[in-house]
């Protein structure tokens, strides 16, 4: 296992992009000798523009209920107002109604932040929900499916149970009002890295959870409209809470900074063992640039380019548009002269695409519709070949994305579900 979490400030890797000043860590994910995911983290003064704000959740004053498009937009503070459907509230909303809301999605070109009433709070095992569209007569705890130990799931479920309802019990005789807010709604999700983890390990994520629900409701009961009540953790604090150590065998930063952040952090929630965290927690001090070793820039620059090459001689071509993105396969220097293989080998360059498709949608953090033009097969059997084969590395993806159908003209539709900007536009606003 060489799969690995890089953290760095260096903004040298950036090429001095014209908007590389804006960025402030870089966390990348590395695995099979090649970068797979870049996170690209704002400085926080850049909230102000409505970036680095996904996450957050705000007292806000309802602006205008515009009850054709079934939503209304709110002032969280920004220069721009946010978009909150209905769906995402619970009862009629009112001009001027302040209200509490999360950010899901980040503005991206045209489209403002978008909000919900609906609350997440994640911790490294469980995460705690507010869902306002229904109410839940009993409480709701769900497992990860990719826990299967049947009886660790048992008792993982049990465990929440007991402890979750004696809060809600304290709750009630301390705070009715805000009891009333939280019991009917809530509802928890025991999350893939509860598998490897104490009962109690669970337990004490979930209290430190439903505390932290309650002080931001108790918090909105005082402060003016347009208070931040809860700030989310950066990315790379995140992404190093989300570390399954099992799949990943290290850390490393090249800024002691970070490093002297993440020891801490991963003492206090991770792991209270020192020796283990300084065993997969490593601070890179080498002449050589960390970007030397993992290769960060180039994988940022080719990120950037409408070409990728598939070790086959095969090529995509990914174009960004304002409604969808295209990707076209083609088969560039792959097919050769032998016409008998034409067919095997238009389905081997189809499945390489596949995979290369995923850890580019992935990599570049490009979402929405997207439009996949394979190279053309005679053979509906391949064609569902395929599908399938793309639809398993898109299940490798942290984000959402399903491959929904073949058209008619054989492009396959993919949806990929947005929550960040895609990497072109944070570098190339």
């Not at 870049?38 to 970036?51: K, R, V, Y």
């Not at 809600?168 to 805000?178: A, D, F, G, Q, V």
């Not at 809530?186 to 439903?210: C, H, M, P, Q």
């Not at 391949?382 to 639809?391: E, F, G, I, P």
Request: glycine content about 4%; overall charge neutral; some cysteine.
């Amino acid at each position: 296992m060489n799969n690995k979490l890089i953290l760095t400030r260096n903004i040298n890797v950036l090429n001095n992009n014209k908007s590389s000043n804006n960025i402030d860590v870089i966390t990348a994910f590395y695995s099979d000798e090649r970068i797979r995911e870049i996170s690209l983290e704002p400085f926080s003064e850049d909230a102000a523009l409505g970036s680095g704000i996904l996450g957050n959740i705000y007292k806000c004053r309802v602006k205008n209920v515009v009850k054709n498009i079934k939503a209304a937009f709110v002032d969280i503070g920004f220069a721009t107002e946010c978009y909150l459907p209905f769906e995402e509230a619970d009862k009629e909303l009112k001009n001027e109604q302040e209200i509490v809301v999360q950010v899901k999605r980040e503005n991206i070109k045209t489209k403002v932040p978008y909000v919900s009433k609906n609350i997440e709070l994640t911790g490294r095992y469980v995460v705690i929900a507010l869902n306002y569209a229904k109410e839940n007569k009993d409480l709701r705890i769900g497992v990860s499916l990719k826990i299967e130990d049947v009886q660790k799931r048992e008792d993982l479920k049990n465990a929440a149970r007991v402890r979750i309802e004696a809060m809600l019990t304290e709750l009630k005789s301390i705070n009715e009002k805000l009891f009333e807010i939280i019991n009917g709604h809530v509802s928890f999700i025991i999350r893939t890295n509860a598998g490897d983890a104490k009962v109690e390990e669970v337990s004490s994520d979930i209290e430190v959870l439903f505390k932290r629900l309650y002080e931001i409701y108790l918090k909105s009961e005082t402060v003016p409209s347009k208070t931040c009540l809860y700030k989310k953790s950066a990315d790379y604090i995140e992404a190093v809470r989300d570390v399954d150590f099992n799949e990943i065998s290290e850390i490393v930063t090249d800024d002691k900074a970070i490093y002297e952040e993440l020891m801490e952090y991963m003492l206090l929630n991770i792991n209270g063992d020192k020796e283990f965290v300084k065993s997969v927690l490593r601070f890179y001090d080498s002449s050589v640039p960390l970007d030397s070793v993992y290769k960060i820039s180039d994988a940022i620059n080719e990120a950037l380019g409408k070409r990728v090459w598939l070790k086959s001689g095969g090529t995509l071509v990914i174009e960004p548009t304002e409604a969808l993105v295209s990707i076209d396969v083609n088969t560039g220097k792959a097919i050769n002269s032998n016409k008998n293989n034409k067919d095997k080998n238009v389905l081997a360059i189809n499945f390489e695409a596949c995979k290369e498709i995923a850890v580019q949608l992935r990599l570049r953090n490009l979402s929405g519709m997207i439009m996949i033009d394979f190279i053309n097969m005679n053979c509906d059997l391949d064609n569902k070949k395929v599908m399938k084969t793309l639809a398993d590395e898109l299940k490798k993806d942290s984000v959402k994305a399903s491959v929904v159908d073949m058209t008619a003209l054989g492009i396959v539709e993919v949806t990929r579900q947005k929550i960040k900007k895609p990497l072109y536009e944070l570098l190339n606003p």
